[in-house]
């Protein structure tokens, strides 16, 4: 679970936006706003990946569940297949 951020999303914005456009160190900055600067790092961070990553598609993320669930389930079935195995193995040895 994530806790809600006591900055407003807006503040996180303009803040990376400062980052990325001044000549200021980071440290700065953060300091000026009143931020620590390792939480600066990590929204600047943040930022940058989500602009490298590849946008979500929904179809994806469909399929993605439709995935575990199969897993999932598959998993059951191997489960219950070894437990047989071993209940079958051992009548046999009787």
């Known amino acids: 679970m994530s806790r809600r951020s006591k900055y407003p999303e807006q503040f996180r914005r303009d803040a ?3 980052v ?3 000549d200021r160190p980071l440290r700065q900055i953060a300091r000026e706003l009143g931020v620590n600067h ?3 790092r990590s929204w600047v961070n943040a930022a940058k990946r989500a602009e490298t990553a590849p946008p979500e598609d929904p179809a994806d993320s469909e399929e993605v569940r439709r995935l575990r669930k199969q897993v ?3 998993q059951k079935e191997k ?3 070894r437990k047989a195995a071993a209940y079958f193995a051992r009548e046999m040895d009787r």
Request: net charge negative; glycine share 0%.
């Open 72 to 74: 999932a389930e598959l």
């Open 79 to 81: 489960e219950i297949l």
């Open 20 to 22: 990325n456009t001044s």
């Open 38 to 40: 390792e939480t600066l």
């Open 16 to 18: 990376i936006e400062l």
